[in-house]
Every structure is written in C-alpha cells, then in structure tokens.
C-alpha cells in the first residue's frame, strides 16, 4: 500500500489522536470523526492505525469511512465550499454558483484545487431555503448569492478573480 | 413440532429456519445470498415463502433463511403472490448480471421483464456478500461491501492489492455468479490485483494453492502440511480408509 511521505511524519500525532479513545470496535466512528475534524480527510496512514487499534480488519473501516458523506478519503482544502443543491436553491440556480466557482477555481464538486485552498462540494439541502440560493464556506453561510457575489467572496478567501 | 408445508406434513427441529427444513426434505426454494456456511442473511429476497403459525389467521410473507420455526405452522413456497416477488428481483438483479448463465436462466423460468443492462463493478456482481462472508471466515476480512447506494460494491480497500488477502479465492468458489476474477496462469494466480505464487501438489504436481494460503492454513491447523492439492487428498484419504487395520 502507497502511503504519502506526509502522513509518516504525522503518524506520532495520529497515535496519540487514536490512543486517546479505548480499542475496542465501538469507538470506530467517534475516532473516524475526530480525525475528521482534525485534518479535514482521513488520513490512509491512519485508517490502517485506526483499525489495528479497535481491533478491526482494515476493510471494515476503509468500507464505513467510504459509506458516509461526512469522511473523506482524499485532503481536503483549508476553505471547504459548500454550495447547496437542494429543491429550493436548485430552482433558485444554483448550478450558476458552481458555474461560478468551477471558472475561479477550475475545481469541480468533489474536487480540490491544485494549491489545495479550496475545496468544492454539493449538499442536498442546508436547511435555509429562505436564502436560497445558499453557499457555506468553513461553517459561514452566504444567503441569496449570485455570479458577481461568488466572485468577490472567493476573491476574498485568497482565490483568483476569472482566471481566463 | 409439526410443520406443513405445501399441504404435507413434516417434521422440523425447533428453532430452525423454514430454508433448513425446506433443504432437508427436498422441497426447492430458490435463493441467491445463502450458503449452508454462512447461514442465512436474508438479503437477496429470493426465498421469500407464506407463513402461518399457529393462532394467526392470516399468512404473511417472511424470508426462509431467516425465519426459525418455533411453533406449529403452515407453508406455502409457491404462489401466485410468491412467485410475482421473485419475478421481480430477478428482473432487477438481471440487470446488473443479464449476461450470466444463472440469471439468463432464471429470468427465462421466471418471465422476467428485460430491463437495459446496468455497468458494475466487478462486472455480473449481484452485491449477495457471500464473498464478504467466505473472506471473513477464513480470517482475513480482506474485502467489503464499500461505499453505498447506486455506488456500492465489493472491493478491497483503495482498490488496491490488500495484505489482509492470500489469495485462496474462496470468494470466488462461492460467488453465484462468477463475478470475482481470478487468472491462473502457470504458477502464478491474480486476484483482487494482487499477484500470488502457487504451489504445486506434492504428488501430481498440479498448482493448486498460494504460499501464502498455506503459510497461514499452516499455522491454525495441519491442513498445509502435506501440500496435496483436493484430488491427491481424497484419494489419500481413501487409501488410508482402505489399508486401514484395527
């Protein structure tokens, strides 16, 4: 198995994450999550340590971490745009926003940009149709965006304006 | 304890399932995910059948390999109810394996709707998870069902070759459709991207198991002591019956 160099010189910071909880197979998500939250993906290195310590086969966890939405297998950027594709926000034209982002960016949703910044996905609803059509970046929801506000609002977090 | 089934009486084991008793007595009930390994999972549908036990007044559908007889009942494995059910999941499942010997066979049985075929992957795969069970039983848990909905499948971790696998391909042996690949060729075996060296039986020489699969048999029993490959072994064993003396 190919693990990245990186996630070697994190394995001490990996143990003590993992240690913290009890071996036993109960504590599988709570650690999947805490990892989670910690380095925004789940770390190859530190599903095969999370399963040698909850006494699991490495498939089990590997099968749970690729079952919910919320883990991810692949990094993740520092800023995680969220842009809500439900009913309410569909109709409102979200898929603009994406547009938007995809020509900023040139990240599509699920994909990650190339100097690992920005993150991109699509949720089924966020709860706020009221402001559809809604964006959230690392937890700060933007209400009733269009093209010119997605712009400016990633220009803000550091990304390019246009970039052709 | 008195059970019915189809209007004949028969005799069944308390706590066993409606699938135990139906095998033992010869009386067919079709199914995809049981093996007599693994006991029933109750997960493809196929066997589903009528039941009525005692002081219900009506019969209701449960699935046979699950389903333990605790109590004098009646039932019925064929019906119109029955049969409209396991048309259906034919029907579905031939879409993800319509090419397959056992599928085409069924559908043509069943007068399964053709539906336009789905891509899987592995390609005929019906998602039974016998293989899970066959990989978990030996030990290893090399393999899963991994991510879900319309994207699940049975994969090894990353895809990729796994050290949980030693490549016995006893997922293989009990897949019902053949959907796990294993390519044999000389000594060597692919399976689940991982390549294995075989070994060759110690009287016919036939390649007939990995390093690794005897390493580990080894090592939880005598069974790779010998290094003889199923045939050599039945006839050995045989043998040993036939000279054998008190």
Not at chain 2, 8 to 18: C, N, W
Request: with cysteine; proline share 3%.
């Amino acid at each position: 198995m190919q693990i990245d160099a990186k996630e070697y010189e994190n394995a001490s910071a990996y143990k003590s994450l993992i240690e913290s909880y009890a071996g036993k197979p109960e504590y599988l998500l709570a650690i999947m999550q805490d990892m989670q939250r910690q380095y925004n993906y789940l770390p190859r290195l530190a599903i095969t340590m999370i399963a040698a310590h909850v006494g699991l086969p490495v498939s089990r966890v590997y099968a749970m971490a690729s079952f919910y939405k919320a883990f991810s297998l692949t990094p993740k950027g520092r800023f995680v745009i969220r842009v809500c594709d439900g009913t309410a926000c569909h109709i409102k034209n979200s898929e603009t926003l994406l547009d938007q982002i995809e020509k900023q960016l040139q990240a599509r949703p699920g994909e990650t940009t190339a100097d690992g910044l920005f993150s991109v996905e699509t949720v089924n609803c966020l709860g706020a149709c009221a402001l559809a059509p809604v964006m959230v970046i690392n937890g700060r929801v933007y209400g009733k965006v269009n093209r010119s506000d997605v712009e400016r609002i990633i220009k803000e977090y550091g990304g390019q304006s246009d970039a052709n | 304890m008195k059970i019915t089934v189809n209007g004949q009486e028969r005799e069944a084991h308390a706590g066993e399932s409606i699938l135990d008793l139906c095998r033992r007595e010869g009386i067919p009930i079709p199914t995809f995910c049981y093996h007599q390994a693994f006991g029933g999972q109750g997960a493809c549908r196929m066997c589903m059948v009528e039941i009525k036990e005692d002081g219900q007044s009506r019969s209701r559908l449960v699935a046979a390999c699950t389903y333990p007889l605790t109590k004098t009942a009646e039932i019925i494995t064929e019906s119109e109810q029955i049969q409209r059910i396991r048309r259906t999941i034919v029907m579905l499942l031939a879409r993800r394996a319509g090419e397959n010997p056992l599928l085409e066979e069924l559908s043509r049985a069943y007068g399964a709707a053709h539906l336009p075929a789905i891509t899987v992957e592995p390609a005929n795969c019906i998602l039974c998870g016998l293989c899970i069970h066959a990989c978990a039983e030996m030990g290893r848990s090399a393999i899963w069902s991994m991510f879900r909905g319309v994207d699940k499948r049975i994969a090894t971790p990353y895809d990729e070759a796994s050290d949980d696998c030693m490549g016995c391909a006893a997922c293989a042996r009990v897949c019902p459709t053949q959907a796990i690949k294993v390519e044999e060729e000389d000594a060597v075996r692919k399976i689940w991207n991982k390549t294995f060296a075989l070994v060759s039986c110690s009287r016919c020489g036939k390649y007939y198991a990995t390093r690794e699969e005897l390493e580990y048999l080894s090592k939880h029993g005598d069974f790779g002591q010998q290094q003889l490959c199923e045939t050599c072994r039945k006839k050995n064993l045989a043998y040993n019956i036939k000279t054998f003396q008190q």
